[in-house]
């Protein structure tokens, strides 16, 4: 089946820097998302992207969609405290049941 | 507000007790679906309700039954559930518009099931 393999696992990094993150697929995908997941909270949509090369913008957030179709990055610039929390990237492939799949997540933790 | 609701947000049962998860959303949407969140496990999808009808059950155990009365209402009815049930179970929407489309779904903010 489908899988999908999000790195890194997790992250620390310093107040002020610049985050990558990235979405890898075995298959191809029609859409990829990316959502942040506060504690105790469910996921939010940060980005949704929906043809091969599109690169979009949220802010201080930017994502793209791979020109193979098989793979997604977030990055997020100048990261702030309240960035922290888990990111998920998620794709559909093609069916209509609308069927999504999440990666792993990845944990963001900023110092001030 | 992410125009999907869910109620209650925190439930305590015993394994021999019978609840219900409910879910509404405002967003128009055609789709409705279920999922687990487990502690350090991907988000798993339970089931999904496209226009009313089942069009997806992943092997999910008959303690959990869902129901979609309509398009913008979703139960999770459970019933002599396991300690291992214990997660948080997410609702979600979004406008289904054919094989090849764009399908993105928005959460609710989940109900936090104990089972004791």
């Known amino acids: 089946g489908q899988q999908l393999n999000q790195s890194p696992q997790s992250m620390f990094i310093q107040e002020g820097e610049d985050v990558s993150m990235n979405c890898t697929s075995s298959?191809?995908?029609?859409?990829w998302l990316w959502y942040k997941q506060d504690p105790g909270e469910g996921p939010v949509l940060l980005i949704a992207l929906y043809k091969a090369g599109e690169l979009t913008s949220n802010g201080r957030l930017t994502a793209q969609f791979g020109i193979t179709r098989k793979d997604s990055f977030l990055n997020i610039s100048a990261s702030i405290p309240s960035d922290v929390g888990i990111y998920f990237c998620a794709g559909h492939g093609s069916g209509n049941t609308g069927k999504l799949i999440f990666g792993q997540g990845t944990t963001l933790q900023v110092k001030p | 507000e992410t125009g999907v609701t869910q109620t209650p947000r925190h439930l305590v049962m015993g394994m021999t007790n019978k609840k219900s998860l409910k879910c509404e959303q405002h967003l128009g949407h055609n789709a409705m679906y279920w999922y687990k969140q487990s502690a350090k496990k991907p988000l798993e999808l339970m089931f999904v309700y496209s226009l009313e009808e089942r069009v997806e059950n992943n092997s999910v155990p008959s303690r959990f039954s869902p129901e979609c009365p309509n398009s913008s209402h979703l139960f999770l009815h459970l019933h002599t559930l396991q300690p291992e049930d214990s997660a948080l179970y997410l609702c979600?929407?979004?406008?289904?518009?054919?094989?090849?489309?764009?399908?993105?779904?928005?959460f609710g903010e989940g109900s936090w099931l104990t089972v004791v």
């Open positions: 298959s191809i995908f029609n859409t």
């Open positions: 979600a929407s979004s406008h289904l518009q054919g094989p090849n489309s764009g399908n993105t779904i928005y």
